[in-house]
C-alpha cells in the first residue's frame, strides 16, 4: 500500500493570492491525480499529473489557474493561483500505483482551502 | 460521458440495522465499480470494487454486486455500528482505468 502526505493541511488565504499544496507518496506510483470536493458535494478531477511533463486537465480547468507539477515518482504540487471565494474548497491528491488495479487509488487526507 | 447516481443522504440508522445505499451509473464499455469511504477528517479509502458483470465486492461486512442489466451497485450492510459513520461514494473507472467518476456521496450517521 501507498501513503499519501499533503501539505498544508489546511489554510486560510486572502483573495488574488497564490497558494501551492504538496503532496508526497512514500512509494513510487504510475499516477497521480488532484481532486476538487466543494463543501458537502462530491470530487471532481482537475487534473493528471504527469511525470516529467505537462499535466493533462480536464474540462472547466486550466493551467493558468491551476499549476502542476510532478518532478519524479512520488511527489507532485497544486498552485491555485489568483484566489477568489470560490476556489474555497478541499484539495485531494491521489495516486495509483502498479500494486492496484485500474481506478483503485489511494488519497491523500487533503487540503482545507478558504479564501476570504 | 459517465456518470454515478447516488442516493441523497444524510441516512441515519440506529446500530445494528441494515443498510441500503443505492447507486447506478451510466458508462460505454466495461467499467470497474467501487465503493470508497470517507471518515471525518480523512482522505478517501477503498471500500470494495467489483471488475466485471455479476462479480460481488465484500469487504468489513459490506457487500455490493455488479448489475449490469440494472446498472447499478448498490451497497449493503446486514448490521451497522457507530464506527460505520461516514460519506460513501460510488465510483467507476473508465475503460483505460485511468480516470474516476464518482456519485455525489452519501452521508451515513449510525446511532447507539
Known amino acids: 500500500s501507498a501513503v499519501i502526505s499533503q501539505k498544508p493541511s489546511r489554510d486560510i488565504c486572502q483573495r488574488g493570492t497564490s497558494l501551492t499544496i504538496q503532496c508526497q507518496v512514500d512509494s513510487q506510483v504510475t499516477m497521480m491525480f488532484w481532486y476538487r470536493q466543494q463543501p458537502g458535494q462530491s470530487l471532481t478531477l482537475i487534473a493528471t499529473a504527469n511525470q516529467g511533463s505537462e499535466a493533462t486537465y480536464e474540462s472547466g480547468f486550466v493551467i493558468d489557474k491551476f499549476p502542476i507539477s510532478r518532478p519524479n515518482l512520488t511527489f507532485s504540487t497544486l498552485t491555485v493561483s489568483n484566489m477568489s471565494p470560490e476556489d474555497s474548497s478541499i484539495y485531494l491528491c491521489?495516486?495509483?500505483?502498479?500494486?492496484?488495479?485500474?481506478?483503485?487509488?489511494?488519497f491523500g487526507p487533503g487540503t482545507r482551502l478558504t479564501v476570504t | 460521458g459517465n456518470s454515478v447516481t447516488q442516493m441523497e443522504g444524510p441516512v441515519t440508522l440506529s446500530e445494528e440495522a441494515f443498510l441500503t445505499i443505492n447507486c447506478t451509473y451510466t458508462a460505454t464499455g466495461y467499467p470497474s465499480l467501487f465503493w470508497y469511504v470517507q471518515y471525518p477528517g480523512e482522505g478517501l479509502q477503498l471500500l470494495l470494487k467489483?471488475?466485471?458483470?455479476?462479480d460481488k465486492g465484500s469487504n468489513k461486512g459490506f457487500e455490493a454486486t455488479y448489475r449490469k442489466e440494472t446498472t447499478s451497485f448498490h451497497l449493503e450492510k446486514g448490521s451497522v455500528q457507530v464506527s460505520d459513520s461516514a460519506v460513501y461514494f460510488c465510483a467507476l473507472t473508465n475503460n483505460a482505468g485511468n480516470m474516476l467518476t464518482f456519485g455525489g456521496g452519501t452521508r451515513l450517521m449510525v446511532k447507539p
Open positions: 491521489s495516486a495509483q500505483g502498479r500494486d492496484r488495479g485500474r481506478g483503485e487509488q489511494y
Open positions: 467489483a471488475t466485471k458483470a455479476d
